[in-house]
Each structure stands twice: as C-alpha cells, then as structure tokens.
C-alpha cells in the first residue's frame, strides 16, 4: 500500500470512529491517548484541507477560549458533519469573526441609542461594548486591533492541531453546556412544526370553553404552558446534576395536568423513555394531545427515526389525577403543574404518591410537596411558565422519594 493511500486508509478510519461517536449516547471527547497525538495521525486528520492553518502562540489557555468553545457548539450542532474538526478550525481563529460582526451590530444600536436619548436628562443605558482581554495585562482592547495597546502583546492564535488537543478540557469543563445545547437542537428537529398549530392562545381558548360548559370555575383548572427550552433545563437536571434518566436507562414519565400534551412529546424527544404519559381532567384537551401524538407518529420526522421511538409509548389520558392511581406505579420521573392547586389538592396527591417507588423524582411548578418525611427536596430552580396574556417565572422544587409510605 503506498503512503498516499495509507493516509487516506487512516483518515477513513480516524473520521468514521469520530462520527461514530458523536451518534447514540453523543457523550463525545476527542481522542486521548498517545497514538492519536502524534504528528502523523494529525496530519492525516487535516489533510486535504485546504483552509490556513494559522501558527500557535504558545499561550495558556484561558477561560475565554472555553466560553468560545460553548458559542461554536451553538454554530456547529450535533447534527454538522465532522464537527468537531470544525470546531477546532473556529476556535485556531482570533478574533473570532462572529465577536467582529456582533461588534458592529452592537454600534448601531448604540448609535442609535445616543440619537434616542440625546435631549433626556436620564438617558438608557449605553449597551455595552465587545471587548478582547490581553492575556498578557489583562488590558480591555478593540477586537479590531492586532495587539495589546498597552503592553504591545499579539493576540493569541491556535493551530486547529492543538485546538482538536484541547477540545478535551475544553469539552468537559463545559460538558453540562454543550449537551444542554445539543439536546435542545435535537429535540427542534425531532418536533419541528408538530406544535405551530397548537399555540398557547388556543389551549386556554379550548380549556375556557370546557369549563364554562361544565361550571368549572375553580383556579385549578387554569391552563398554562412550560416554553420548550425550560423543559430541557429541567430534564437535563435530572440527567446530568441529580443522576436520574442516566443513558442506557429508559424508565416512565407522566405529566399531571397535561393539557394539550405537548411535554409528554418532547419528553419523548430528550429521553428513550418506555412510556410518556399525561393525564389532564378536560377531556377536549386531552382529545387535542391525542390529535397532535397521532401527527407526531405519522410524520416525517418519527419514521426517520423509528429504531430510537421503537419502544417509545406516547399516550395523553382523561382522568382525575387525585383519584386516579395509573401515575403512581413504576413511574421515574414525574411532574405536576401545581400554580394553582390548593393545599387540599397537594394533600391528596401526596397521599396518592405514597406508593410511589424509591428513588422517584417528583417535580412541582411553584408549590413543593408538603410532605418532607417520605420525599427529600434536591433542589430548586426557576422556570418561564405562559399564563394567557404573557409569560412569568414560577419556582421549580425537585424531590426524591426516599421511603415507602
């Protein structure tokens, strides 16, 4: 075999094992050990690229650089192919060019800012500038400078070699991050348009007319929403910082006082669960959650990937969450929209949850559990809930159920 072809050989192999591991669990850190550090394998990894290849500075790398390494998995998703070859080339390139754009988008709006505020006594606060620190000083400077104006140092430049080296610190100080954002785009493209039709100005149109109808006028009845990227937040909390829903591990999730449904879908869409349940009390909600998982199995977007929804059970449930015992048994994650539950409601549903397994993650929006002897509260957090005219920040409580009742 000649050296050319050896290369390509090699080449074909080093890619595909990276590919490779971007798929499936995507818990990816580019290679560690001494064989592919060598010269030779990096040759092979960059070659037939003809972009510059700008030299190293030698400088330490700094924080800077990590917060770089976050807005470049932004720039290239989960889904760029050899991604991480491409991230290495963005961050070997200082200043970055996107700092250099959103410079100059930023001076117009100051610009236009200064012209707004010019004759007011008390004008709006001036939005503040990008800068670029000197790693030598640690001076502020324009990023359209080529040096410190006070110490005269060159800005850092990095070799996509010894950025694709790095890329392991800067991946796992920032591990959280970066899989945060990649689920996220993940879970974009596997709902795509599914929820356009089903705006949150349409559910509390179908919840008021129910009500209305069956002389429901308690606030419990009220509906709301949880944006999309708080409910990854959220999910990704319990994966990454509590522990539970580790890779590998499927388990059952419901959401008590579903409405229309659409977190048992994207529920689906961030974890295998075997079975993503909701359960609301207005029935023409739940018809509404039935409507929309029926488009969800039929689209585009599932049958392009059916081995990963295979054993996936997504079903919406008309029922009273306090007297029904289906959420009870075997359940792994829970959450329940408590905004406007009264104490009596919290009551019974913590007598319900009584059975519920060890190890069960409860998850409330605004009220906790009132019951702190059979569930430990982990954690707290914020979250942007939709209620009719607008959005607000409700409290999120985390528990773990630590003993049969």
Partial sequence: ??????????????????????????????????????????DVFFLGDARERPPSSGEPWTSDEYARLVRLTVRYPVTTE???????YALAINPDPDDLQLREVKNKDQERLIEKNKDKKNPEDVIMEKCYYCHGCGNKNELTSKACESC?????????????????????????????MDDEVIMGQRIGTLFEPYTPDMGKEVSQKERAERNLYDEEYNYGEFGLQTFN???????????????????????????????????????????????????????????????????????????????????????????????VDNTTVILCHATCFSDEMMDRICEKARGMNVGTLFITVTKPLPDD???????????????????????????????IG
């Fill in 1 to 42: 075999m000649s050296a050319a072809s050896a290369h390509i050989n090699n080449y074909s192999k080093l890619t595909s094992a990276l590919d490779e591991q971007q798929k499936g669990l995507r818990d990816f850190a580019p290679p560690l050990n001494n064989a592919l550090k060598s010269a030779s394998v990096l």
């Fill in 82 to 88: 050899h991604r991480w070859k491409e991230i290495s």
């Fill in 152 to 180: 005269a140092t060159p800005w850092v430049t990095r070799s996509p070699e010894e950025c694709f080296l790095q890329l392991p610190i800067l991946y796992y100080n920032y591990k959280d991050k970066v899989l945060k």
């Fill in 233 to 327: 937040k959220l999910i990704q909390r319990c994966k990454r910082i509590f522990g539970h829903m580790p890779e590998g591990q499927n388990g059952v999730f419901w959401d008590l006082g579903c409405g229309s449904g659409k977190l048992v879908v994207a529920a689906a869409t961030l974890h295998p669960f075997t079975q993503c349940w909701g359960i609301d009390y207005l029935r023409n909600l739940t018809l509404v959650g039935d409507q929309m998982i029926k488009t969800f199995e039929g689209s585009e977007n599932y049958n392009n990937e059916r081995d990963y929804y295979r054993d996936i059970t997504c079903r919406v449930v008309c029922s009273d969450l306090s007297e029904s015992d289906a959420w």
């Fill in 373 to 403: 002897k059979l569930w430990f509260r982990i954690g707290e957090d914020e979250a942007e809930m939709h209620w009719g005219l607008g959005f607000c920040k409700a409290k999120i409580y985390f528990h773990e159920k630590i003993k």
